[in-house]
């Protein structure tokens, strides 16, 4: 086969394998991204707002252990590259749906020393794997 017909098999199957690794990824910044369906195999990236200069921190409440696997710990990213003190920035956390059935991620948003008071925020989102 010659290299001119080639390149354009090549390029079709290299969109195609983007188009499947975009679907492969599900990324989820708000509740109202909730309830979630996911199938066996696909990742999950949940990115919420956060500011660890204030004393609150994103806990992990409920993993949805059964269905999800964490793949890393919580990354903190500061939206200004950390040039102004104080600003927030945004809180990720990556998983993978491992088996079928169904669980919550749940996340509180509070001071670590006070486990006893209210949550500022609560992220709660029900997962569903096939």
Known sequence: MSLAR????????LLTACAQQSAHNVIVEEQSDCPMQLHTGQN???TLP??????YR????????GVLRSLSPEVYKSADSGQLLGSGGQSTWRFQAF???SGRLRLTYQQPWEPEAEPAQVFDCAITVK
């Open 58 to 65: 994103w806990a992990i409440q409920d993993s949805a252990g």
């Open 99 to 101: 088996a079928a059935g």
């Open 44 to 46: 999950l990236t949940l």
């Open 6 to 13: 080639l390149i354009p098999l090549f390029g079709l199957t």
């Open 50 to 55: 956060s500011n660890p200069t204030t004393g």
